[in-house]
Nanobody
Framework: QVQLVESGGGLVKDGGSLRLSCAAS????????MGWYRQAPGKQRELVAT????????NYADSVKGRFTISRDNAKNTVYLQMNSLKPEDTAVYYC?????????????WGQGTQVTVSS
């Protein structure tokens, strides 16, 4: 019953910035963590950043540390990814993820993905 709505992808120049947003909605579901993953052509889907709902602990891929910042608004069940100093190698489809639990157990949900393209 969880739906993820993503926005903010697009085309930017090398060194530019974008902010991705992902809002999770649904009832009887407690989100424990949200995050962003990406998949570039010919590569596996990889972790970009995650954030824990309780406490706000974050985790980043080495390739984006110092450039990307993940944040969340727990009241809105929304996660953001501020991407600065973008590089062409950041080009990928970015996927929102939400993990949590209901009375049925623990589940992870994925958004449809949003394209981020960084031109040289």
């Amino acid at each position: 019953q969880v739906q993820l709505v993503e926005s903010g992808g697009g085309l930017v120049k090398d060194g530019g910035s974008l902010r991705l947003s992902c809002a999770a909605s649904g009832s009887a579901f407690t989100i424990t963590a949200m995050g962003w993953y990406r998949q570039a052509p010919g590569k596996q889907r990889e972790l970009v950043a995650t954030i824990i709902t309780s406490g706000g602990s974050t985790n980043y891929a080495d390739s984006v540390k110092g450039r990307f910042t993940i944040s969340r608004d727990n009241a809105k069940n929304t996660v953001y990814l501020q991407m600065n100093s973008l590089k062409p190698e950041d080009t990928a489809v970015y996927y929102c993820n939400a993990g949590g639990y209901s009375t049925r157990g623990y589940y992870a949900y994925w958004g449809q993905g949003t394209q981020v393209t960084v031109s040289s």
